[in-house]
């Protein structure tokens, strides 16, 4: 019958003998400029003034925030202790991202000491993304827009507009942009255009956001023209007539005064050679004949 007594009597003595903490939110958001508390409550402990730090760890480094009854280092002046152990910063920025560890001795518990940590994130707003858009890309090919901002926290998504209308993540999982081949990703900023169509000629701007705000870009315009397929081969098949006929021309300039000169001139030593090689030129060797041929058509 005593027995139970006993034991809650020891359980219940050895509660009261350790120092124990507490919190009331482990992971504190807030948005930078503003003011938060790292809650860090004494739970239980029998020695009347235990001794309380805080300490920041960042990159297995730690460094006192609060030490010796005194706000320490880059939180001096605009941080403070409020009920007794816990901390408040009043004008967070966004250096003060990470972990801290409240600690608190008690010399007169037996249990002596315990620690609790507290991740706090600061939110940091987006700035004005920087934007790309190419000026004017040709009907088929491919494009890419790109935006990115590296302030805000967490990292911004990037939604992109065009003519003020929101784009899908997917052209296809839309029916308004059935005419269009792109897909963005929110992560990257980067908006891909696997062939531009001339629907795609327009405004655009993109948005950076995240929890904390969003700011965009300012509005650039794409423009898309057409690569006139039929015409532009039909001027390189005139270009190559043309070329042709010249080639054509000059040749038969060429043999003419070729044999106009030979006549002309003192004769015997070319007249005699020349002749004959032409003939047989032409004649018999078919395979260069043939490749002079085929130079006219290139
Ligand atoms: C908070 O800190 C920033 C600089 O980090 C400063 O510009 C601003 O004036 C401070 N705000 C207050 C209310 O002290
Ligand atoms: C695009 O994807 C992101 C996340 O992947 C989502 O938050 C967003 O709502 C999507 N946007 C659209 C227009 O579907
Ligand atoms: C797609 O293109 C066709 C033909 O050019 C046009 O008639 C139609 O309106 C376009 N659709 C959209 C959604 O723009």
């Given at each position: 019958m005593a027995a139970p007594g006993v034991l809650l009597l020891l359980i219940h003595g050895c509660a009261v003998l350790a120092v124990e903490l507490s919190t009331s939110n482990q992971n504190p958001v807030v948005e930078e400029y503003q003011s938060v508390e790292l809650s860090c409550i004494i739970k239980s402990t029998t020695t009347n003034d235990p001794r309380i730090e805080w300490k920041k760890i960042r990159n297995d480094e730690t460094s006192y925030v609060y030490f010796d009854n005194t706000i320490q280092g880059d939180l001096k002046g605009r941080a403070k202790i409020q009920s007794k152990s816990s901390l408040v910063i009043l004008n967070t920025s966004r250096s003060d991202n990470g972990k801290y560890r409240c600690e608190v001795a008690a010399v007169?518990?037996?249990?002596?000491i315990d620690e609790i940590n507290i991740f706090l994130t600061v939110k940091v707003k987006p700035v004005a993304p920087k934007c790309t858009v190419p000026k004017s890309v040709p009907v088929g090919k491919s494009a890419a827009l790109h935006c990115q901002e590296n302030e805000g926290y967490p990292s911004s998504l990037y939604s992109w507009y065009r003519n003020s209308d929101p784009l899908p993540n997917d052209s296809k999982t839309n029916p308004k942009f059935l005419n269009s081949s792109f897909t963005l990703d929110p992560k990257t900023g980067t908006l891909t255009f696997s062939a531009v169509s001339k629907g795609d000629m327009g405004r655009y701007y993109c948005i950076a956001s995240n929890d904390a705000g969003s700011a965009k870009c300012d509005e650039q315009v794409l423009e898309v023209y057409d690569l006139n397929i039929g015409g532009i081969v039909g001027g390189i098949l005139v270009v190559v007539l043309v070329l042709s006929l010249i080639t054509a021309g000059i040749c038969c300039a060429y043999r003419k005064g070729y044999f106009a000169s030979n006549s002309r001139s003192t004769g015997q030593s070319f007249k005699n050679p020349g002749k004959p090689e032409g003939v047989n030129y032409l004649r018999t060797n078919d395979e260069g004949d043939f490749r002079h041929k085929s130079s006219f058509v290139i």
């Open positions: 007169d518990d037996s249990k002596k």
